[in-house]
């Protein structure tokens, strides 16, 4: 029983050191695109979402963030989207603390920040044109730039003939992707997924999984909250994993799970 | 901004969710009815009480004996008095003369008995403020006692004057109240049924929020909207009203007078108001409305 504990404080130790990341020089000596510093967030019944968490992520990475249904995965990003306030410490998007934007800003600092949902929240009375249209036209593009550049992105993602119909009329995998182009048309610096394959069969989520992965190629940074093992372990990307709002693991190159042998995995089975 | 863009998004907005689009429509079609009817009506039964209260006067009777200068200093100091509003001569030939003209025959006849006329030469006092009308008496004759020689009597007709005061109060107060109840009642309901189709695209709200719209690219094409279906709802609204106005009061309006009664608004001006109302209602209601959705 003594042993035990002892393992357990050992894995509650890892936390500790990944939050003094902040005050390491990063991986990236410029700014990092996404710091949560000892960000705790408590919602307005009590229930904890985020328990003193940092995190760095600089430009250009692709990280998982893994853990079971609540986590805290979902909480991370709407904090980083300003959705959320932190109940206390600081988020930042390249160098800027988001509670220093005034909320009439807040539109501006989301043009920056691409989005992808588990349900897709695609707009539903609008095509697929449309949509990925309407992210260029909330920015005030003009309609030669949208012209041109809507349809390259959905020939990208794989949806030349589908560009007149609307989301009701797609399967969920080509929705997922009408949803990417949108959140990709204008080229953010950040793209937030959240369980972009929780809906999906595992064949569509691979395809999924690779437009990410090619949008995180041309520069994008990527952070993907998901609980697919396969795809976790099969990308072999840096993974933050969270278990009851903390951050209990930060791997360079990780699995979904840590390695067997190890210890901590040893206790929690 | 980009106002074609609106337009456009406007009008997808209106086409893609039509039933609710018509159901609000419809609510401003009816209530804009509803009021450019009882308006009038109000307007009708209001003037007609004010006129009946406008015939409220006090009757100062002079007495026979009272001299020319006499008369002509009364008159002057009756002109004079506080909450006048006009004085009349009414001598006794013409007394005699409308008191002929409501009766014919009764009083010429009661002449020619009597030998001479019966009726006694008066000032007709009109207040100003037909409810200070007991005020005004009791300044001309204190305790029932006249002030000067040359009064005989001064009457207000107590009995019917409290009457007619309380009638008209009622009806104004009446009218009035349901007034402001219906006012009250549009516009709830026009913000209700508005409220309701906004409702239903809450998502979509959220969804332009996340991918950075700002509060004013949202709320232009539902504001938009509302001024269409308020513009839409009035302009149907009016011409219901033309209607029947041209096909039900117009020929009646010859015959009864309360109809045509002169101090009702002018139907352009009606017609103006009801739109005007419909729109800045309707649109107000959209951006009100979108006020808690926007908020994410």
Redesign the interface.
């Known amino acids: 029983m003594r042993g035990a504990a002892a393992i357990n404080a050992a894995r509650m130790a890892a936390p500790r050191t990944s939050e003094a990341v902040p005050d390491r020089p990063g991986p990236q000596r410029r700014v990092p695109v996404a710091e949560l510093v000892r960000v705790t967030k408590v919602y307005d019944g009590g229930s904890i979402g985020l328990e003193r968490a940092s995190m760095t992520i600089g430009r250009g990475e692709f990280v998982f963030l893994v853990g079971p249904t609540g986590c805290g995965k979902s909480t991370c990003l709407r904090l980083l989207?300003k959705?959320l306030e932190p109940s206390k410490g600081e988020v930042r998007i390249a160098g800027r603390t988001l509670a220093d934007i005034p909320s009439?800003r807040v539109?501006?600092?989301?043009?920056n920040?691409g989005?992808v949902f588990q349900d897709y929240?695609?707009?539903?009375?609008?095509t697929v044109y449309e949509n990925v249209a309407?992210?260029l036209?909330?920015?005030?593009a003009g309609r030669a730039e949208i012209r041109r550049k809507v349809p390259d992105t959905l020939r990208l993602m794989g949806l030349s003939t589908k560009l007149h119909n609307y989301p009701d009329e797609l399967s969920g995998g080509e929705q997922q992707r009408v949803s990417i182009a949108?959140a990709f048309v204008n080229h953010p610096p950040l793209l937030l997924a959240d369980e972009p394959t929780g809906n999906l069969d595992p064949e569509t989520s691979i395809g999924i999984m690779q437009l990410i992965h090619r949008i995180n190629r041309t520069g994008t940074t990527v952070i993907v909250a998901t609980h697919d093992r396969e795809m976790v372990d099969k990308m072999r990307r840096r993974v933050i994993e969270l278990r009851e709002g903390r951050i209990v693991r930060d791997e360079l190159s990780g699995l979904y799970r840590p390695v067997e042998s190890t210890p901590a995995f040893a206790v929690v089975a | 901004m980009r106002p074609g863009f609106f337009l456009r998004e406007a009008l997808r907005g209106l086409r893609r969710s039509s039933a609710p689009a018509l159901a609000a429509l419809l609510t401003v079609l009816l209530t804009a009815v509803v009021l450019g009817v009882f308006i009038p009506i109000v307007q009708a039964a209001t003037g007609t009480a004010n006129e009946v209260r406008g015939r409220v006067a006090v009757d100062v009777y002079l007495s026979e004996s009272a001299t020319r200068p006499q008369i002509a200093q009364l008159g002057a100091a009756l002109r004079r008095t506080d909450g006048v509003k006009s004085v009349e001569f009414i001598s006794k030939g013409e007394a005699l003369a409308r008191a002929e003209r409501k009766n014919p025959g009764a009083f010429r006849e009661g002449a020619e008995l009597l030998g001479s006329n019966p009726l006694p030469a008066s000032f007709r006092v009109t207040p100003a403020d037909p409810d200070e009308l007991r005020a005004l008496t009791d300044r001309l004759a204190p305790g029932g006692q006249p002030r000067l020689d040359a009064i005989d009597e001064v009457r207000d007709r107590e009995e019917e004057t409290d009457e007619i005061l309380a009638a008209t109060a009622l009806v104004k107060g009446l009218t009035a109240g349901l007034t402001v109840l219906l006012l009250f009642a549009s516009i709830a309901l026009i913000a209700n049924t508005i409220r309701l189709s906004i409702f239903a695209r809450r998502r979509e709200v959220e969804v332009m929020k996340l991918v950075g719209a700002t509060n004013w690219f949202i709320r232009w094409p539902f504001v938009i909207e509302g001024v269409i279906v308020g513009f839409g709802g009035g302009l149907l609204a009016v011409l219901l009203l033309v209607g029947a106005k041209e096909t039900f009061i117009d020929p009646l309006s010859e015959r009864f007078t309360l109809l045509a009664a002169p101090d009702t608004i002018d139907f352009p001006v009606l017609a103006a108001v009801l739109m005007l109302a419909c729109v800045a209602v309707s649109a107000l209601g959209s951006a009100i409305t979108l006020r808690r959705f926007l908020r994410v």
């Open positions: 989207q959705e009439g539109p501006y600092l989301r043009r920040i989005v929240k695609l707009l539903p009375n609008r309407y992210s036209q909330v920015i005030g949108r």
